[in-house]
């Protein structure tokens, strides 16, 4: 069945969609400068902060795991509600850690939730946003984590400052989860906002109900990787890198401060004004992506992430390390800022309109793996050489990462106009 294209209505995707991942990613946001400062204060040595901070996007990636299955199952707001529950479990056992295999755990959980979260909310927009609006929207919801990252350090430098504890700021993402969690209880489901588009959806799923089961009893995540080998293994390639560079820049922050002696307040501050940064230029990548093309958006974005990586590896033992630090900071963002969605997009324009999760749980778990292993090559290149050294290298992987994408992208998705765009 044809739907013809729809206008988007913003409010409709505001409330149920938008406003429980803005609660999300603030609880995310306030942990992420100060991991690697709770793991210090266990006893933990550089690399091995390095290695908890870097069990969040482990977590993520093995969420990807069943997260597709998951929402195929359940629903996206389901699937939400028990990953703010498996978050919450996460952040409980960190406030109340008496080592660092403890403190680890309650990282780990916090990402399986943080991935299960983020696949549902992407699997929505793809099945429900009109093509014409689909860059735009997904840019959106990355502007909204990214409000979340900014918003969320700036709490967590006055409940430092306030309490005196590091951990405090794990209850900040606890108390994130239940708004979250509270929202999606008492609002209806965000599908009936989508009126005719929602029905064909459920028809859609209700007339493939039989065999979509089979399926998923048959072609778990690991199949749909080898069944999409070829987009992943070249495309994915650039994307794995792209997302080990964001991942490597929420890493690679707080550790640098850590390394040059920057407080815990001033750290969070720093990174919430980089925040703020990454998120005022949300919506330019998500124009640039529909009016120009999804390339003119991820390779500016990935060289920029990459020279800022560079540019942090010489400057460390400067004697003025701090202005470098922050100026490195503000240049991430920047880089950053304009790449909000891109991955989504990409997966979403790539993903099988009848039923998009798997594809998209693939892709994601795809570009998680550059997430989670950036944090595990830092903390393993600072164990061996020098935190200085891991910024550089990454910033080289980066450089690559731009060539792969700048080759294979125009070949997987030419480019063009979405109409209405």
Not at 2 to 8: E, F, G, K, S, Y
Not at 72 to 95: F, Y
Not at 262 to 291: E, H, K, P, W
Not at 399 to 413: F, H, N, Q, S, T
């Amino acid at each position: 069945m044809t739907i013809a294209p729809q206008p988007l209505k913003w409010r409709s995707i505001a409330l149920p969609v938008l406003l429980p991942t803005l609660l999300f990613s603030t609880g995310e946001g306030a942990v992420i400068p100060i991991i690697p400062l709770a793991a210090d204060s266990l006893g933990a040595s550089l690399a091995i902060a390095g290695l908890i901070a870097a069990l969040l996007t482990l977590g993520e990636l093995f969420g990807n795991i069943p997260s597709g299955w998951v929402i195929s199952r359940v629903g996206e707001r389901p699937a939400m509600i028990g990953a703010t529950v498996l978050s919450m479990i996460g952040m409980a056992a960190c406030l109340v850690a008496p080592n660092l295999v403890v403190l680890g755990v309650g990282i780990l959980l916090a990402g399986l939730g943080a991935a299960v979260f983020g696949l549902a909310r992407h699997a929505f927009m793809t099945s429900f946003v009109p093509l014409a609006y689909r860059a735009r929207a997904l840019s959106t919801l990355g502007g909204a984590f990214r409000a979340g990252f900014f918003i969320g350090p700036f709490i967590t430098a006055a409940v430092v400052e306030a309490t005196g504890s590091t951990v405090a700021a794990f209850g900040v993402h606890l108390v994130a989860c239940v708004g979250a969690a509270v929202i999606l209880l008492t609002l209806r489901d965000p599908t009936a906002s989508f009126g005719t588009v929602a029905t064909v959806r459920l028809d859609r799923r209700e007339l493939r109900a039989g065999e979509l089961e089979a399926e998923e009893e048959s072609s778990g995540l690991f199949r749909t990787v080898w069944q999409s080998r070829g987009v992943l293994g070249r495309l994915g390639l650039g994307i794995t890198v792209l997302s080990a560079l964001r991942a490597s820049r929420q890493v690679i922050l707080p550790l640098w401060a850590v390394s040059i002696g920057v407080s815990a307040t001033n750290t969070a501050l720093i990174i919430g004004v980089a925040g703020a940064v990454d998120f005022a230029l949300f919506y330019v990548g998500g124009q640039i992506m529909d009016r120009f093309g999804r390339l003119w958006a991820a390779v500016p974005s990935l060289v920029g992430l990459a020279v800022g990586h560079i540019l942090l590896s010489l400057t460390h033992d400067s004697t003025v390390n701090l202005g470098w630090f922050i100026f490195a900071a503000m240049f991430l963002s920047v880089a950053n800022g304009p790449g909000s969605g891109i991955i989504m997009t990409i997966g979403s324009d790539l993903a099988d309109p009848r039923d998009p999760a798997p594809f998209l749980g693939a892709w994601r778990f795809t570009a998680n793996l550059g997430g989670a292993a950036a944090p595990l090559a830092i903390a393993g290149i600072t164990a061996a050489a020098s935190l200085a050294i891991a910024a550089g290298a990454i910033g080289v992987i980066g450089m690559l990462g731009a060539v792969a994408i700048a080759r294979y992208l125009p070949r997987y998705l030419p480019t063009k106009r979405a109409p209405g765009g």
